[in-house]
């Protein structure tokens, strides 16, 4: 299991404050727009960069899986996506942190990619939520550049079906993905996939639903509450119910124990 050190730094690539939650970094932008400017910078480098957007779930599966908590680290940012996520880094001394999650930074960074003319991807999803979120998105903004939607298959894709995966994404001129396979299989790909694709990826979980419009968000009182995940665990209990009531009550657990041992080491 993972070392539970807060490991308090500010980080040479984002040149923002982090600490480790249960071993897993988590970054504290400013804001929104401060997540923004740095990702759509890097979309200018020819040099990949991989964006995890945390929730609780992210870092309950680096606890049990170190595999995945070094794909987590080697992330070139990880933003706080839930509200507990933020409450966790101001106890551990950032009280600067804000939430960034991402079916809020979805938008704006489709906003700014509109603006300055930066060919976005779209990868993950079914085909009907997909189709409905480039329909949205060319219709929210006009002049976005929306140059690669799939849908991939439910499976593993055979090492021919991967390459032309990356072959049509380099094609196609994209500087910015947004991978929406849920976790971890999103974060693992982008992991994956670095070393062939020099371009932004971010993993956004079920912005695309919400974009799209298949599945409902949670009010926005509920989120600002740290009660997103009830919401969402009412509206999908069947597949949501395993992960939220296993991970949610584990985390505060393993949370607080880390807290006693910082304070105990700060006296």
Not at 109 to 121: D, F, K, N, S, T
Not at 149 to 170: G, H, K, N
């Amino acid at each position: 299991m993972a070392e539970v050190s807060s490991a308090a730094g500010v980080l040479p690539a984002a040149g923002m404050p982090f600490r480790h939650i249960l071993g897993m970094r988590v970054d504290a932008p400013r804001s929104y727009d401060d997540a923004v400017d740095r990702i759509v910078g890097w979309t200018g480098e020819d040099v990949a960069r991989t964006i995890g957007v945390a929730t609780v779930n992210n870092v309950m599966e680096s606890y049990d899986d170190a595999s995945f908590r070094d794909v987590m680290n080697a992330c070139d940012l990880v933003t706080p996506d839930g509200m507990p996520l933020v409450w966790g880094l101001s106890m551990l001394g950032v009280r600067s942190a804000t939430r960034v999650c991402g079916p809020e930074l979805t938008p704006l960074l489709l906003a700014r990619a509109a603006e300055q003319g930066i060919p976005v991807g779209f990868y993950g999803g079914d085909q009907r939520t997909i189709e409905a979120l480039v329909g949205v998105a060319v219709s929210r903004w006009p002049s976005l550049r929306v140059a690669y939607a799939v849908s991939p298959p439910f499976r593993p894709l055979t090492p021919q079906e991967d390459e032309a995966v990356v072959e049509a994404i380099t094609a196609a001129g994209v500087r910015l993905l947004f991978v929406g396979l849920g976790c971890p299989k999103q974060e693992r790909w982008m992991a994956e996939h670095r070393e062939r694709l020099p371009i932004v990826t971010i993993g956004v979980g079920a912005a695309f639903d919400f974009l799209a419009g298949s599945k409902r968000q949670a009010p926005a009182f509920l989120q600002r509450w740290g009660l997103e995940w009830a919401f969402r665990l009412v509206t999908e209990p069947r597949r949501l119910w395993r992960r939220y009531l296993r991970q949610n009550p584990r985390f505060v657990a393993l949370f607080a124990r880390q807290l006693v041992r910082e304070r105990r080491r700060s006296r």
